[in-house]
T-cell receptor, first 111, second 113 residues
């Protein structure tokens, strides 16, 4: 069965304390892996798409990487405004345009 | 573009009543998705359309749920009759073409009492 698992469920960091979020997947064939950010009371906001192992994408303090089994979202020197829930989703072969989401990592960055 | 627009933002209804959620996708997008988000199950895809045609409705929980897309700029998700377990945030999203990232609306928070 196709599954997406994110860890940790929650993460508390001090401002400037770098860390990584994990998204592991078991799918029959990966077409794409997506990272979204969700703020309370809002819809998910698109961050990155990764298509093949070895691919990396960067945006400000965020960097996403992809291997054959997992993806990491690295947060370098985070700021309080990076606090949000980060969601990972996959599209898999035979799944059409369906996005299967993980349950997310709730990140809080404190001063 | 104003993005994906959903209405209403909040809906409180009594068990047994009919509920209709509305969505206007981003102009030019040919895929439209309906998702439901709960604390227990996270984000689940209910149904998606391509060029106004339903492609995959395997996530629709039961016959009480129905979705339509009469034209490229409007879609509805209807629950009849509603039950307390339907309480959740319902999101609509649209995307430009196959495999491309989806853009989400602000969601409709539904409470069934």
């Amino acid at each position: 069965e196709d599954q997406v698992t994110q860890s940790p469920e929650a993460l508390r960091l001090q401002e400037g304390e770098s860390s990584s979020l994990n998204c592991s997947y078991t799918v029959s064939g990966l077409r794409g892996l997506f990272w979204y950010r969700q703020d309370p009371g809002k819809g998910p906001e698109f961050l990155f798409t990764l298509y093949s192992a070895g691919e990396e994408k960067e945006k400000e303090r965020l960097k996403a990487t992809l291997t054959k089994k997992e993806s990491f979202l690295h947060i370098t020197a985070p700021k309080p405004e990076d606090s949000a829930t980060y969601l990972c989703a996959v599209q898999f072969t035979g799944g059409g345009n369906k996005l299967t989401f993980g349950t997310g990592t709730q990140l809080k960055v404190e001063l | 573009d104003a993005g994906v627009i959903q209405s209403p933002r909040h809906e409180v209804t009594e068990m047994g009543q009919e509920v209709t959620l509305r969505c206007k996708p981003i102009s030019g997008h040919d895929y439209l998705f309906w998702y439901r988000q709960t604390m227990m199950r996270g984000l689940e895809l209910l149904i998606y359309f391509n060029n106004n045609v339903p492609i995959d409705d395997s996530g629709m929980p039961e016959d009480r749920f129905s979705a339509k897309m009469p034209n490229a700029s409007f879609s509805t998700l209807k629950i009849q009759p509603s039950e307390p377990r339907d309480s959740a945030v319902y999101f609509c999203a649209s995307s430009f073409y196959r495999g491309h990232e989806a853009f989400f609306g602000q969601g409709t928070r539904l409470t069934v009492v």
